[in-house]
Each structure stands twice: as C-alpha cells, then as structure tokens.
C-alpha cells in the first residue's frame, strides 16, 4: 500500500476517571468511528459514485481513550480524472469535510434553518472543487437528509459520554472538537428536509396490534401492509375502551376516519407520514376474539 494512498486520523476521549458507567467511553468511540466512515461514504459521492474508502486501526492509547485510524481510499470514480495522485487529494478533500462538518457542529448548539444547512453543504461542495481532480468540473452537493443523518450519528454517540467528557477528531487538516451540547431533534430535521405537506382524511379499516390502555402513548396499527403508529383523537370512543365498556385485544380492527399528513422532500421523496384516528366507527373483531367470545358465552350457559 502506497503512503500516499493513506490518511491518518486520532479520535480522542478525555473521560472524567472514576465517574459513571465505564462502558460509556467505548461505547461512544464506537458511534464516533460509525460516523466517520458514514460521512466519507457521502463525501466521496460528492466526488462521483466510484469513490470507496476503508478505515483500519491502527493503534490504541488508553491515558485518555485514543483511537488512531487510517482511511484508505480503495476506489476512485469510473469517470475521466486529471492526471495526479488522485487518491491523495481525494484522501485531504475528505480529511477537511470531516474537519468542516465538525466545526460547524461547535458553531452552534442548535440547528435551526434549512438555509444553515445549506451554507454547509456549499462549504462542502467547495471543497470537492478545489480538488479539482474531474476532466469535466462537475460535482454534486452533498444530500441534505444524508448530511443531518451524519451529524445525528455524530450526536448519538456523543449522548454517551457525561458532561466532563471531552472528544476530539485530530489529522493533518487540523484538530476539531465534537461539540456535545448541539440538539439535533427529529422535529427539526423533519422540518429542514420538508418542502411541503399534503393532508387527506377518509375512512379506512386498520388492524390493532398494540392498544394503548392508559392513554399517554400511541396506537400500533397495521395498515397497508406496515405497522404505523397513531393516536386516537376519537375521546369518547377512548374513554369507554380504557373504562373497559368497549373489549378489544391485538388482531381486531377498527373501521375508522383516517387523517393522513405526508411530508415531501425536495425531490418529491416522502420524508415521513403522521397518523391520527379522528374518529372510531366501529370494531371489527377477529377470529379469536370471536372465539373467546363464544367460548365464554357457551361456559354461561352450562352454569346455568
């Protein structure tokens, strides 16, 4: 293997001794060298889709938790490239998109706006270009859910460590810090990656599969073909089932009025869909309940 073709990086925990869950340190470089190898994988699509890189280990150091890593670059576009060595400025672009995301992160302890995000992407897209390894410049921008995806992975594996926990990304490019107070909610990355929302509501027939009997969590449905979750706005109706006036168990179905809210990206992708049960019509019940139902009705008379 060339050096060239090389790149070292050292993830680095400072964890406060003798406090907390000792797993959790492990536990977090874990996630961080997930995330890593995530952002590459998007990084390089920037660059073209032939790019493939892999991430070795190549020491530990236990004074504070430290992970030296080396990323390969395995493979490169199938496309005309400049001559050059290829591999080491694919190899720096993604060293300083790691560095670039990272530094973002500690600008901030929220992300609030698409246009945020977007600035991001641009920075990075410009970093793809300044490569200039392509015959023909043309370089993608990095997908937006991709993007929050990765800084998501990054934060997940950040939740571990306890407040005097401090992790670092160190390389070539420069030393950056992984910023653990930044909230990346599932509300706001919905809302970033949605261009528009679209509402229907019509009656539809939806199989139970986890009723909800204290009222403070959603349904489980099944319903075309998939489980969903849902809640039931229907108070009437949930007040004589939690007061056990209306019997119903897992394999029954509900006939009902459905509200459904689907989210669009900005290529028309779905991004999520939202369930509500506006309104219970009626309870189909399934075969065993029906059974059980007779069972119990057939052991009555037999008392009698």
Same mark, same amino acid.
């Given at each position: 293997?060339?050096?060239?073709?090389?790149?070292?990086?050292?993830?680095?925990?400072?964890?406060?001794?003798?406090?907390?869950?000792?797993?959790?340190?492990?536990? $977090?470089?874990?996630?961080?060298?997930?995330?890593?190898?995530?952002?590459?994988?998007?990084?390089?699509?920037?660059?073209?889709?032939?790019?493939?890189?892999?991430?070795?280990?190549?020491?530990?150091?236990?004074?504070?938790?430290?992970?030296?890593?080396? $990323?390969?670059? &395995?493979?490169? @576009?199938?496309? @005309?490239?400049?001559?050059?060595?290829?591999?080491?400025?694919?190899?720096?672009?993604?060293?300083?998109?790691?560095?670039?995301?990272?530094?973002?992160?500690?600008?901030?302890?929220?992300?609030?706006?698409? &246009?945020?995000?977007?600035?991001?992407?641009?920075?990075?897209?410009?970093?793809? &270009?300044?490569?200039?390894?392509?015959?023909?410049?043309?370089?993608?921008?990095?997908?937006?859910? $991709?993007?929050?995806?990765?800084?998501?992975?990054?934060?997940?594996?950040?939740?571990?460590?306890?407040?005097? *926990?401090?992790?670092?990304?160190?390389?070539?490019?420069?030393?950056?810090?992984?910023?653990?107070?930044?909230?990346?909610?599932?509300?706001?990355?919905?809302?970033?990656?949605?261009?528009?929302?679209?509402?229907?509501?019509?009656?539809?027939?939806?199989?139970?599969?986890?009723?909800?009997?204290?009222?403070? $969590?959603?349904?489980?449905?099944?319903?075309?073909?998939?489980?969903?979750?849902?809640?039931?706005?229907?108070?009437?109706?949930?007040?004589?089932?939690?007061?056990?006036?209306?019997?119903?168990?897992?394999? *029954?179905?509900?006939?009902?009025?459905?509200?459904?809210?689907?989210?669009?990206?900005?290529?028309?992708?779905?991004?999520?869909? &939202?369930?509500?049960?506006?309104?219970?019509?009626?309870?189909?019940?399934?075969?065993?309940?029906?059974?059980?139902?007779?069972?119990?009705?057939?052991?009555?008379?037999?008392?009698?």
């Amino acid at each position: 293997m060339k050096e060239q073709d090389v790149q070292s990086l050292e993830i680095r925990i400072e964890f406060e001794r003798g406090a907390g869950d000792p797993t959790r340190i492990f536990y $977090s470089m874990a996630g961080l060298i997930e995330s890593i190898q995530a952002i590459d994988k998007h990084l390089g699509a920037c660059i073209g889709v032939g790019v493939r890189t892999s991430l070795v280990l190549d020491d530990i150091e236990a004074a504070s938790l430290k992970a030296k890593l080396k $990323s390969t670059i &395995e493979a490169i @576009p199938d496309e @005309p490239l400049k001559s050059g060595d290829i591999k080491k400025l694919i190899g720096h672009y993604l060293l300083k998109g790691k560095h670039k995301i990272l530094d973002w992160c500690s600008e901030r302890n929220e992300i609030t706006s698409r &246009e945020e995000v977007k600035q991001l992407e641009n920075e990075l897209q410009l970093l793809a &270009e300044d490569t200039n390894i392509k015959q023909i410049p043309a370089y993608s921008s990095i997908n937006t859910a $991709s993007l929050l995806s990765d800084i998501a992975e990054i934060k997940n594996a950040l939740n571990h460590l306890n407040s005097q *926990d401090k992790a670092t990304l160190r390389s070539p490019e420069g030393l950056s810090r992984y910023n653990q107070m930044l909230v990346v909610s599932d509300d706001i990355v919905r809302d970033i990656v949605t261009r528009e929302t679209l509402a229907s509501t019509s009656q539809k027939i939806i199989k139970v599969k986890k009723p909800d009997y204290l009222g403070q $969590s959603r349904w489980v449905f099944k319903y075309s073909g998939h489980l969903v979750e849902a809640k039931i706005s229907d108070a009437d109706w949930l007040y004589k089932f939690q007061s056990k006036n209306e019997h119903l168990q897992p394999g *029954d179905s509900l006939k009902v009025l459905l509200r459904e809210e689907v989210s669009y990206g900005y290529d028309s992708e779905i991004v999520h869909t &939202e369930y509500e049960v506006v309104s219970v019509l009626g309870v189909i019940y399934g075969p065993i309940h029906e059974q059980k139902t007779m069972l119990y009705k057939t052991s009555g008379s037999d008392s009698n």
